[in-house]
């Protein structure tokens, strides 16, 4: 929603809030954001210094905002920002936290608690994690993220499985993702020192972004940081809102999304299931002009023939129907795909009628594409229940 508004009140989308999450989300407008990343406060209860072998200080997660009195009131916190979070949550949104077994029990029954729907947990495998240095306990290697529905009810949510199957080497996305700790060039500094003790790889929010939302969603962030969400939604052509109350990573946050450069519109578009793409009946085809009343279609073999009607029917000699009834009695079978079967002849070469469908879509999309004042409504990527069927 490009133009900043829902419903008559202002959004500060593509903007970084200065402040405290719980009150800044209250003041948005109810059911207003795509989809919600959370990262919040671990409450690690760390009690005293963390130190290597040769007594060096761990550069470890000490900072005031990760400091709860009780786990009472850690649990009243988080009730309150999962609320807050849940009012501007759009019904088929989603949402996503991620924590360590400090926090992620607590945060996973209090959603259930609130209404909201596991999808999924998934286990962020880091490939390079801060070793055990006491040698007390197995080495602390892996985050958990869970993702959820707004609620049981509300089934409809944005999962681009495809793209995700394609992004794995054409195998299914599964719940343990390896990826490696922040570091290097991408770890934030200032002064020589982390501009933030629990900067996320944008590799991991990538797969988050990429795969629960479509192009021009608005994703929100309560807990900003020094911005992964946001520079990573920037990158995939996607709106984010960022909500954080420590004013030297709103500044941090500030720099590093200027100087991100969104994908190309034309390289966003991801891959997806033959169930997921438009509608295209044969008929539309014939009305558009792309292929003739009276015009011959032919199978790639050119055994059989068929003549176009005016209504998108075929006709052959003992049989007329759609060109998938057609196909499958001219052959003898159940049924067929008259798209993959029938062909039509252009300048003399045997062209497949799907051709002219693929093109079709391609208008489509471009009619569907995001304006300043326009936001298309999201069908494709749509994740919606089976029928049932009556017991």
């Excluded at 080495?139 to 609620?151: D, F, P, V």
């Excluded at 200027?258 to 519109?265: D, E, F, K, L």
Aim: charged share 25%; proline share 5%.
């Amino acid at each position: 929603m490009s133009d900043g508004s829902v419903s008559g009140r202002s959004l500060p989308v593509d903007r970084i809030v200065l402040g405290d999450c719980i009150a800044e989300m209250n003041a948005l407008p109810p059911a207003s954001v795509d989809l919600i990343f959370a990262d919040p406060p671990y409450n690690l209860q760390l009690s005293n210094d963390l130190r290597r072998p040769n007594d060096s200080k761990v550069d470890a997660v000490d900072d005031h905002w990760d400091k709860f009195a009780s786990f009472d009131d850690y649990d009243k916190f988080t009730r309150a920002w999962l609320g807050a979070a849940r009012r501007i949550l759009k019904d088929d949104g989603a949402l996503w936290v991620i924590g360590s077994y400090h926090n992620i029990f607590r945060v996973g029954a209090i959603l259930q608690e609130l209404g909201f729907w596991i999808l999924n947990d998934v286990v962020w495998r880091k490939s390079n994690p801060m070793p055990n240095f006491r040698g007390k306990r197995f080495t602390n290697a892996h985050e958990t993220l869970i993702w959820c529905a707004k609620s049981q009810e509300q089934r409809a949510y944005t999962f681009n499985y495809n793209a995700m199957k394609v992004l794995n080497d054409d195998l299914q996305m599964r719940s343990d993702w390896v990826l490696p700790i922040c570091s290097g060039n991408e770890r934030l500094k200032v002064g020589g020192e982390k501009a933030h003790t629990t900067q996320k790889p944008e590799a991991l929010l990538y797969r988050v972004i990429l795969s629960s939302t479509e192009i021009g969603d608005i994703v929100l962030d309560p807990f900003f940081g020094t911005g992964t969400t946001g520079a990573t939604a920037k990158r995939l052509g996607r709106h984010f809102i960022g909500i954080e109350r420590e004013r030297k990573y709103v500044d941090v946050a500030t720099e590093r999304i200027r100087q991100v450069v969104p994908v190309a519109a034309e390289d966003l578009q991801i891959t997806r299931s033959k169930r997921q793409e438009p509608r295209v009946p044969f008929g539309r085809v014939v009305e558009s002009g792309l292929l003739q009343p009276g015009q011959t279609l032919f199978d790639q073999s050119r055994r059989y023939a068929a003549r176009v009607r005016a209504d998108g029917s075929l006709v052959a000699t003992d049989f007329s129907g759609s060109i998938h009834r057609v196909a499958a009695d001219l052959q003898g079978l159940s049924a067929c795909n008259g798209w993959t079967f029938w062909y039509f002849d252009a300048d003399g070469k045997a062209v497949s009628i799907d051709v002219l469908r693929q093109k079709l879509r391609a208008e489509m999309a471009a009619d569907d594409k995001p304006t300043p004042a326009k936001r298309p409504a999201r069908r494709s990527g749509k994740v919606t229940p089976m029928p049932r069927r009556p017991a």
